[in-house]
């Protein structure tokens, strides 16, 4: 059964810094993996998709790599902002069904 | 934005009601989805759909039930309401391999 984690569960860091949101899961047979964001009270927004055979992607000041062999991706945000502050979470889309698995979620809160 | 709708946004049920929450595309996508989120257990696939009338169960889909007559609707029913499906529940829909993009959410409180 896929299990995804998400580390640091909750983050609070200063304006303008970079940052890292971790993702690990325990099946490497994936078809995807998305992040996304959660603002509270709403629904999912997608950030980044990855396939599996890519290495990583990016948007804006987001970048998200994916190192299927080791299960793992990271989300790296660069000159945060407080506009960033939400629930960051990432799914992994297995190879069978095309069911998405989500992790638990970082909360990150972006101070001024 | 993905064309989402879920209907109603909230609902307040009693215990042992049946209700009855829609999920609306206007993607033609072929794979929708349900899920619950409730604080400590995250995102939770209650049942999906990969095509009209094509539907699977996923791992809490006990008391749920779903049907997709057409590709734009997928309809989840709570037999017979319990407080344990108190939550917010989502819609998703995807095309093979693609991202998924996710509703609003609608929020069930049943008392």
């Known amino acids: 059964k896929q299990e995804v984690t998400q580390i640091p569960a909750a983050l609070s860091v200063p304006e303008g810094e970079n940052l890292v949101l971790n993702c690990s899961f325990t099946d490497s047979a994936i078809y995807n993996l998305q992040w996304f964001r959660q603002d509270p009270g709403k629904g999912l927004t997608s950030l980044l998709l990855i396939q599996s055979s890519q290495r990583e992607q990016t948007s804006g000041r987001l970048n998200a790599s994916l190192d299927k062999s080791s299960g793992r991706s990271t989300l790296y945000i660069a000159a945060s902002q407080p506009g960033d502050s939400a629930t960051y979470l990432c799914a992994v889309r297995a190879n069978y069904g095309q069911n998405f698995v989500f992790g638990p979620g970082t909360r990150l809160s972006v101070l001024p | 934005d993905a064309g989402i709708t879920q209907s109603p946004r909230h609902k307040v049920t009693e215990t042992g009601t049946p209700v009855t929450l829609r999920c609306h595309q206007t993607?033609?996508?072929?794979?929708m989805y349900w899920y619950r989120q409730d604080p400590g257990h995250g995102l939770r696939l209650i049942h999906y759909s990969y095509g009209v009338k094509d539907t699977d169960k996923g791992e809490v889909s006990d008391g749920y039930s779903v049907s997709r007559s057409k590709t734009e609707d997928f309809l989840l029913t709570l037999e017979s309401a319990t407080s344990s499906q108190t939550s917010v529940y989502f819609c998703a829909i995807s095309q093979t391999n693609t991202e998924a993009f996710f509703g609003q959410g609608t929020r069930l409180t049943v008392v």
């Open positions: 993607e033609n996508h072929r794979y």
